[in-house]
């Protein structure tokens, strides 16, 4: 059986914490200019349907220096943009590459790529999910804090993909976890029905930003317009989004030496202030070169046999 990244369930959680310290490992290897060459003659292909700077570039990088190489394809410029199946789509790619990475819309549309593959498929974002951002922000907790089990995590803002990961990395791993979204921008039902369902009382959503990130020792956040939802709306969201705003004001009420993350692209003045996002507690950057050190991890993990 292949086996996929399409969600951090996918993952167990004794995975998930040696997925973090082979990261650390290949971070330090890479700081001391040790080549690592464990997939040599392998080809990651990368799937875009939507933009990406950080996903695109990091994956590709990563594979370069794990000694193989990666190729991009995106819709307009394969056959997905003539309606070629999912399906179809990756049974070929199976033929040629050795694993694939996939940022698209639905779920179901990652689905069917893996319904279609005789290789890995990872996640690279969709609507619902972003998996290997969540696994890059959990490391740079751990590498800020030491750990992640004891620290108490806030997402403040759009219920959205990345609310949707945390909530699912906080079932997996048990740290706390409290969210703010405003109303009608709650995580998605079907993540929070596991929540209930599963009776974990260590992930809280809140309305009140300042509750959730009372005494916090990391806030998150992340664009009130996700890629897809742009053009929809966006002055009332705006308004209604204006109290979840990443200001110095929100971030005095947080632990004194908290870090703040945000998986980027941000949108500076709106979700997070110019002043919190090149403050002294911002982690924004490691964080984006965090996705090379876990990529190549989880690369090493699913392409190396
Ligand atoms: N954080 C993130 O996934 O960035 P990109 O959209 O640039 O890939
Ligand atoms: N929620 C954002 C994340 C971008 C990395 C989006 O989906 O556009």
């Known amino acids: 059986m292949v ?13 998930v914490e040696s997925l973090m310290k082979r990261s650390a490992e290949l971070k330090a290897m890479q700081k001391a200019g040790k080549r690592h060459r464990p997939l040599e003659g392998k080809t990651l292909g990368m799937v875009f349907e939507k933009s990406s700077t950080r996903t695109r ?17 995106t819709t307009q410029a394969s056959q997905l943009g003539r309606g070629e199946t999912y399906e179809d789509t990756s049974r070929v790619l199976s033929r040629y590459v050795d694993c694939i990475m996939m940022r698209t819309f639905e779920q179901t549309r990652i689905e069917r790529m893996a319904a279609g593959a005789s290789v890995p498929v990872i996640n690279g974002l969709s609507d619902l999910l972003h998996p290997c951002q969540v696994l890059t922000d959990i490391f740079t907790v751990i590498e800020n804090r030491g750990s992640v089990r004891d620290q108490i995590i806030s997402y403040v803002g759009d ?4 609310a949707n990961t945390w909530i699912q990395a906080a079932i997996l791993l048990g740290f706390e976890l409290r969210l703010a979204c405003p109303e009608g921008y709650t995580p998605a039902a079907l993540i929070l029905d596991k929540v209930k369902s599963g009776g974990h009382k260590n992930i809280r959503v809140t309305r009140d930003a300042k509750e959730a990130v009372e005494g916090c020792d990391a806030i998150n956040t992340d664009t009130w317009i996700s890629m897809g939802q742009e053009g929809s709306g966006e002055d009332a969201k705006h308004k209604l ?8 004001k929100l971030l005095s ?3 004194k030496d908290a870090i703040v993350l945000h998986c980027l692209p941000a949108h500076r003045g709106d979700e997070i202030t110019d002043e919190v996002m090149d403050g002294p507690h911002s982690r924004v950057f490691d964080e984006a070169e965090n996705r090379l050190h876990v990529q190549k991890a989880i690369l090493e993990m699913y392409m190396h046999s």
């Open 3 to 15: 086996r996929h990244l399409l969600s951090l369930f996918d993952l167990t959680a004794v995975e």
């Open 57 to 73: 570039v990091s994956f590709e990088v990563g594979m370069f220096q794990l000694g193989g190489h990666a190729l991009n394809l």
């Open 159 to 162: 219920g959205n993909n990345m």
């Open 241 to 248: 989004f204006a109290p979840y705003q990443v200001n110095a």
């Open 253 to 255: 009420y947080a632990k």
